[in-house]
């Protein structure tokens, strides 16, 4: 389902790679060698978090920021911290022990490019990174935000977000999951950190918690729209545009919301959130353009 956006998809495209500049100029600063030992350590960081990656949930921050009046330098630095978040997770993920990649975002895994240890390091070093980012006081002044968003990013991040739903992936594994057990999985793994990107910028603009709902519904719906599209394009998709290898799951025996609902009517739910997700936003004007333009890529993001 198309909707009208107010935002072309060259637009949504440029502004997309503004920001993801922004982001890796964060990266960049600290991603400094110091001249021993741990220089191999920052080569393996600045690869698995340089040159790559749409940063969607960067992207969703600074949207999500602008319908408050927020500094984007400080919204930057906030997504920049969530994505250094994802990067972390990514390069776990792929490690011998999780799945055994040898290729993301189009250029070998930190461990195949490096050594297991060293993308352990690196993992660990990009989380360390996040709340390094987000504690500081040039991402905002008030000590009491940042502390909030230090408390949410854990938990988005933690046993009861992204990694809780990797540990409920790894266990999944030939078993016959139902459609709720799927969602919650994936409500867990792809979409705890996207509905803090989202979240972040709220806690950024002061917003109480019960003026965040609809905010929370965009960003619940495009997290589990993001994932029925992943699993698209993983059934369906071309490796060389992707990046990364396909059909892993269906390789190893997983279930998924396109094993379960069958492509077409996967594909209608995508729609069909996405369509919730715009409808989220019905209280504002252009100024949340941006926002509907990246829930529209992401049920087109598989094509």
């Known amino acids: 389902m198309l909707v009208e956006t107010g935002v072309s998809g060259a637009e949504l495209r440029s502004e997309a790679s503004r920001i993801a500049a922004q982001v890796e100029a964060v990266f960049s600063g600290y991603l400094v060698g110091t001249g021993d030992g741990r220089d191999r350590l920052f080569e393996a960081m600045r690869h698995a978090g340089l040159g790559g990656g749409k940063r969607l949930r960067p992207l969703l921050t600074v949207a999500t920021g602008r319908l408050f009046g927020l500094a984007e330098d400080r919204i930057v630095r906030a997504g920049a911290a969530i994505e250094a978040i994802h990067v972390y997770s990514l390069i776990h993920d792929d490690l011998p022990c999780m799945d055994d990649d040898d ?159 069958g492509e077409d009517r996967a594909r209608r739910q995508c729609a069909m959130l996405v369509s919730q997700a715009i409808e989220h936003l019905h209280d504002h004007g252009t100024e949340a353009d941006l926002l509907r333009a990246v829930a529209q890529y992401v049920e087109e993001r598989d094509r």
Do not use: N, W
């Open 103 to 261: 290729l993301r975002r189009g250029k070998p895994t930190v461990h195949r490019a490096f050594d297991e240890s060293t993308a352990v390091l690196a993992g660990d070093c990009f989380h360390d990174l996040a709340f390094e980012i987000i504690a500081d006081p040039a991402t905002h002044e008030d000590p009491f935000v940042r502390a909030e968003l230090v408390l949410e990013m854990a938990r988005a991040s933690g046993p009861r977000g992204m990694a809780g739903g990797q540990m409920l992936d790894l266990v999944a594994e030939g078993q016959a999951l139902d459609i709720g057990s799927i969602t919650r999985l994936q409500q867990l793994k792809t979409g705890a950190l996207i509905e803090f990107a989202v979240e972040a910028a709220c806690i950024m603009g002061r917003l109480p918690p019960e003026a965040r709902t609809p905010y929370r519904g965009y960003a619940h719906d495009i997290g589990l729209a993001f994932q029925i599209a992943d699993d698209l394009l993983d059934h369906a998709g071309d490796e060389a545009t992707a990046g990364k290898r396909l059909r892993k799951d269906e390789r190893a025996g997983k279930a998924t919301f396109v094993s379960l609902l």
